[in-house]
Nanobody, 115 residues
Framework: QVQLVESGGGLVRPGGSLRLSCAASGNIFEGNAVGWFRRAPGKQRDSVADITLGDTDYADSVKGRFTISIDNAKNTMFLQMDSLKPEDTAVYYC??????????WGQGTQVTVSS
């Protein structure tokens, strides 16, 4: 069973940047639907970015500011977050939808944007 571990979160001021990493214990990103979602305090989780059927999509709220990428050689997926806003504050989770093991996500990493 491939597991995912997020890292890179932290406290950042508005306008700052963070780069989140999602390390997998095996090759689960190549050829699969993958991405990031987030859950703000007291809120329902929302999709942030995904790569599905070869297409990359972003939520309107992050488009132009966030970039999703994958390094298959390192079994790692990234989420580059620029021009961060307080409303980006949330726990961020990476996920992968594998045909064999189904939907897998990590433990999450906290991102706090505050002055």
């Amino acid at each position: 069973q491939v597991q995912l571990v997020e890292s890179g979160g932290g406290l950042v001021r508005p306008g700052g940047s963070l780069r989140l990493s999602c390390a997998a214990s095996g090759n689960i990103f190549e050829g699969n639907a993958v991405g990031w979602f987030r859950r703000a305090p007291g809120k329902q989780r929302d999709s942030v970015a995904d790569i599905t059927l070869g297409d990359t999509d972003y939520a309107d709220s992050v488009k132009g500011r966030f970039t999703i990428s994958i390094d298959n050689a390192k079994n790692t997926m990234f989420l580059q977050m620029d021009s961060l806003k307080p409303e980006d504050t949330a726990v961020y989770y990476c996920y992968a939808l594998d045909a064999v093991q189904g939907l897998t996500w990590g433990q999450g990493t906290q991102v706090t944007v505050s002055s």
